[in-house]
């Protein structure tokens, strides 16, 4: 199972990661990735930056260090109608968003709640990927989460960070298997991100694979193994 790309990482910009984009960039030429994607957190983060910094993004070039570069955003979900931080004129100029909950920015409901709040987040038009819905302190149904990310052409996320031993997500491994079972069953694709904040963990997709072989998940069904194929199934998302 060989990765190319790497869809989840954060520079300095975020506030709380510690590596510019061209350390993080450099990395991933180390390691031999044909892609990276820079998403660093939006505004509503403590910490994070202006929606300037988002808007001014075309200045870094398409490829540096022979690596190609998506630029984005890792968006807040800020409440139940799925509503996140970043405006639609700002969104629809980056390459690729993804959309979160973290606790500064959104305060956890009922299973039903916490679902329905993805949902709807989904059917925003820019908005690409689920980030991490692996976290216990969000209970989801994740059979209703995995046909709605098939209705709406949305990738679901494996985040390696998440899997990490003493990680504060709770149940992560457990939950993350709940998703592939349903992922396998309806044939929806995922995408493993490694949510990087510090340049030595661009890539990292270990702890991942180890529970994507596991559990038997087809290949075809993961977006890292093909950068031809991870963007075709983020351009489904503006033909549905």
Known sequence: MNFVLDTHSHTVASGHAYSTAKEMIDQAAVLGLELLCITDHAPMMPGSTHPFYFSNLNTIPRKVSGVEVLKGAEANILN??????????????????????HPPCY???TKEENTQAMINTMKNPYVHIIGHPDDSRYPIDYDMLVKAAKDNGVLLEVNNSSLKPGHFRQGASENIRTMITYCKKYEVPIVVGSDAHFYTQVGEADLAKVILQEMNMP????????????KELLNRKFQK
């Open 80 to 101: 139940y109608a799925g509503e996140i931080d970043l405006e639609p004129e700002l969104l629809k100029r980056l390459d690729i968003v993804i959309a979160s909950f």
């Open 107 to 109: 305060e956890a409901g």
């Open 219 to 230: 290949e075809e069904l993961i977006a890292n193994t093909s950068v031809t194929r991870f």
